[in-house]
């Protein structure tokens, strides 16, 4: 049985930072793709990172790039997404998410993700 699970989120003011946290129950850690999406009311669903558990290899949404970093702790199958110099744009529920194999070097997609955490909200205030 596939779990994820977030948290970390929180109401902060814009500059400030927070971490989220995905601890992942899989059959196995190694070869899958682990990635953070967002999305808020009425807009679609966004990469935000994403880690190749095997390499440790990352990508970022041009929106988020040199402000949030993805990592991982292979041996406790958690990833974190620390994100840093937060602006009201980043204000959106955040989501965990796993797939099998290497991550897709563009044009990451939601729907080749079959497992999901419940969300954790993030909310930027100026």
């Known amino acids: 049985r596939v779990e994820l699970v977030e948290s970390g989120g929180a109401s902060v003011q814009a500059g400030q930072s927070l971490r989220l946290t995905c601890e992942a129950s899989?059959?196995?850690?190694?070869?899958?793709?682990m990635a953070w999406f967002r999305q808020s009311p009425g807009k679609a669903r966004e990469a935000v990172a994403t880690?190749?558990?095997?390499?440790?290899?990352?990508f970022y949404a041009d929106s988020v790039k040199d402000r949030f970093t993805i990592s991982q702790d292979y041996d406790m199958m958690t990833i974190y997404l620390q994100m840093d110099t937060l602006k009201p744009e980043d204000t959106s529920m955040y989501y965990c998410?796993?797939?099998?194999?290497?991550?897709?070097?563009?044009?990451?997609?939601?729907?080749?993700?079959?497992?999901w955490g419940q969300g954790t909200q993030v909310t930027v205030s100026s």
């Open positions: 998410a796993a797939a099998h194999g290497p991550c897709a070097e563009i044009d990451v997609d939601w729907i080749d993700f079959p497992y």
């Open positions: 899989l059959d196995t850690f190694s070869d899958k793709c």
């Open positions: 880690i190749y558990t095997r390499r440790g290899t990352t």
